[in-house]
């Protein structure tokens, strides 16, 4: 089971004239569910102060499979799909609190980065420690079909 990274109720100034979830608000969501994957890597406020590092976002791919309400309750679970020396592959996969359904997912490259100097560093040695941990708890786990996915329209 992929651990949950963040949930929340969807705010009514976060709904459109549709009465739907705002596309920006369902990257908000993965972007909390990000600051919750760092928590439980080291990387919470204090494991920032302690190593000097963060993590920075370098790309992102955001695939809507259904509308939300406003008051709906999701849950954000997070799918560590690689990851070496610097870098987070991961998946956030947006759905009801109940689990019952997918509403959208998120592939991500995450970079480590020192803070002092702006650049890309190796992470830190006990941050690294529970990368690997948390990888070898997901072994196994199917990807899913969205990962990988490139936009683009068919040649004709």
């Not at 009465?19 to 994957?37: E, K, P, T, V, W």
């Not at 799909?81 to 509403?103: F, P, S, Y």
Request: aromatic letters at 6%; glycine letters at 8%; one cysteine or more.
């Amino acid at each position: 089971m992929l651990p949950i990274t963040y949930h929340t109720a969807v705010q009514p100034d976060w709904v459109d004239y549709n009465g739907h979830l705002r596309d920006a608000y369902y990257l908000l969501i993965c972007s909390f569910a990000s600051d919750g994957l760092m928590g439980r890597l080291g990387l919470d406020e204090a494991g920032r102060a302690r190593t000097g590092h963060t993590l920075y976002t370098l790309e992102c791919h955001l695939n809507f499979l259904a509308e939300v309400k406003l008051g709906a309750a999701v849950q954000v679970r997070t799918q560590l799909l690689g990851h070496d020396r610097k870098r987070l592959h991961i998946q956030h996969r947006l759905e009801t609190v109940a689990g019952e359904r997918l509403l959208a997912e998120s592939e991500q490259m995450l970079m480590n980065i020192d803070t002092a100097s702006g650049r890309s560093t190796p992470f830190d040695a006990q941050v690294a420690q529970r990368v690997a941990e948390l990888a070898e708890s997901q072994q196994g786990i199917p990807r899913s079909e969205h990962v990988g996915r490139v936009i683009g329209l068919p040649v004709r």
